[in-house]
């Protein structure tokens, strides 16, 4: 699995929209970006995932480029309840089942 | 509601005194996982298992056995608990690839 570098931190005011860029500069042809955010020690959360194309869902929207090198994930209007570490990970298909690998994440503040 | 159990929530013991801790899921799910949580170490996965009677190790598996019976429970067990298994315990499960459904989370204290 490819290898991703997050900002250690971010901060950001609520009712603002929050973008958490990733670089995964080795990403493969068959890796798929996915986006989890870990609230202060409860369970990590999915989020999002993407091969190439953008994705967005209820909780938020994924950008990918066009090289596949680098992404962003948008949360359009940041709540505090947002606060937490998030993760980018890239996975790919059939790589071994059921391990993720995660790494240090970005701690994102959302200040009132 | 689909979700993952875990118990206890939160557990101290001494050195030695065997304890299993104890996750289930209801959402039929093949794959499941156990995680450890330490600072400054990130998330590290200590067991997973692909289905029943399927289990294989994970990073840091040493001092930990686990067992897949039914599809729906897979325990963490430690033998021999030692002060350097004190941690944040996360048990996941999921059906795709890539998208994981994680518990609560355990805290255990070994003293």
């Known amino acids: 699995d490819a290898k991703t570098t997050q900002p250690p931190s971010m901060d950001c005011a609520e009712g603002r929209a929050a973008n958490l860029p990733c670089n995964h500069s080795t990403i493969s042809g068959n890796e798929y970006v996915y986006w989890y955010r870990q609230i202060h020690s409860q369970g990590p959360q999915y989020i999002i995932h993407?091969?190439?194309n953008n994705e967005t869902n209820e909780m938020a929207s994924l950008i990918i480029t066009e090289d596949r090198k680098s992404s962003t994930l948008i949360l359009p209007h940041a709540t505090l309840r947002d606060t937490a570490v998030y993760y980018c990970i890239v996975r790919a298909r059939g790589s071994t089942l059921g391990r993720l690998y995660f790494g240090r994440g970005t701690q994102l503040t959302v200040w009132p | 509601e689909a979700q993952v159990t875990q118990n206890p929530r939160y557990l101290i013991t001494v050195t030695g005194k065997k304890l299993t801790v104890t996750c289930s899921q209801n959402?039929?799910?093949?794959?499941m996982s156990w995680y450890r949580q330490d600072p400054g170490l990130g998330l590290r996965q200590i067991y997973y298992?692909?289905?029943?009677?399927?289990?294989d190790k994970g990073d840091v598996p040493e001092g930990y056995k686990v067992s897949r019976k039914e599809k729906r429970n897979f325990p963490l067990i430690l033998e021999s608990p030692s002060p350097n298994q004190t941690s944040l315990y996360f048990c996941?499960?999921?059906?795709?690839?890539?998208?994981?459904?994680f518990g609560a989370g355990t805290r255990l204290s070994v003293l």
């Open positions: 298992s692909m289905n029943v009677e399927v289990t």
């Open positions: 959402m039929n799910h093949e794959y």
């Open positions: 993407g091969l190439k």
């Open positions: 996941a499960s999921s059906f795709t690839e890539g998208i994981q459904y």
